[in-house]
């Protein structure tokens, strides 16, 4: 069974830095992209990026280049997302999802919430 | 590319059949476009990629189709399990996603 868990909920100080994480289990974690997305509370959905872990390919989202540094250890199957300096406006659920039987997010996380 | 959905809001009542529209600001190969469902403090669901491709384990009441700029996303006979938010999504070449800004199918 496919799974991805994500890092528990964070509450953060606006300056501060944050990384959190979504561990993929049950399928083939290196070679198949995986990514985050942002929901703003009673918003809609915002895609961030994908990354390919097996070599590090990275896509961003223009409205998130250089916000934001997505990453992935492969030998642990984990993807991050991360941030060196918070605003109030980082303050969002995260979603990961990963791509496994279609070029879309086709299993996805519970969600991380940050509030900044 | 932007992505429009159209009615912001559609009120139904379960049995009815819905329509949700999808509109790219470009016209996109159909291979492109995927429709997710998401429930109040749920993740997003994959139900349609490729336009028109349901994934498995969605009802077959879900059906969309489209090209082009226009795709559509059909729920006949509404059960109460459908009302939710529905998002329409596009990929470009590069892999780099959008979202549209959803319908909110409501009771």
């Known amino acids: 069974e496919v799974q991805l868990v994500q890092s528990g909920a964070e509450m953060k100080k606006p300056g501060e830095s944050l990384k959190i994480s979504c561990k993929g289990s049950?399928?083939?974690?290196?070679?198949?992209?995986i990514g985050w997305v942002r929901q703003v509370p009673g918003k809609g959905l915002e895609w961030m990026g994908i990354?390919?872990?097996?070599?590090?390919?990275?896509r961003y989202s223009p409205s998130f280049e250089g916000q934001v540094t997505i990453s992935a250890d492969k030998s642990i199957g984990t993807a991050y997302l991360q941030w060196s300096t918070l605003k109030d406006s980082d303050s969002a659920m995260y979603f990961c999802?990963?791509?496994?039987?279609?070029?879309?997010?086709?299993?996805w996380g519970q969600g991380t919430l940050v509030t900044v | 590319i932007v992505l429009t959905q159209s009615p912001a809001t559609l009120s139904l009542s379960p049995g009815e059949r819905a329509t949700l529209s999808c509109r790219a600001s470009?016209?996109?190969?159909?291979?492109?476009l995927a429709w997710f469902q998401q429930k109040p403090g749920q993740a997003p669901r994959l139900l349609i990629h490729?336009?028109?491709s349901r994934v498995t384990g969605i009802p077959d009441r879900f059906s969309a189709f489209g090209s082009g700029t226009d795709f559509t996303l059909t729920i006949s006979g509404l059960e109460p399990d459908d009302f939710a938010v529905y998002f329409c999504?596009?990929?470009?070449?590069?892999?780099?996603?959008?979202f549209g800004p959803g319908t909110r199918l409501e009771i």
């Open positions: 990354i390919y872990p097996d070599d590090s390919d990275t």
């Open positions: 999504q596009h990929y470009t070449n590069s892999l780099v996603y959008t």
């Open positions: 999802g990963s791509q496994v039987d279609v070029g879309f997010f086709d299993h």
């Open positions: 049950g399928y083939n974690f290196n070679n198949n992209w």
């Open positions: 490729s336009a028109s």
């Open positions: 470009e016209s996109i190969s159909s291979r492109s």
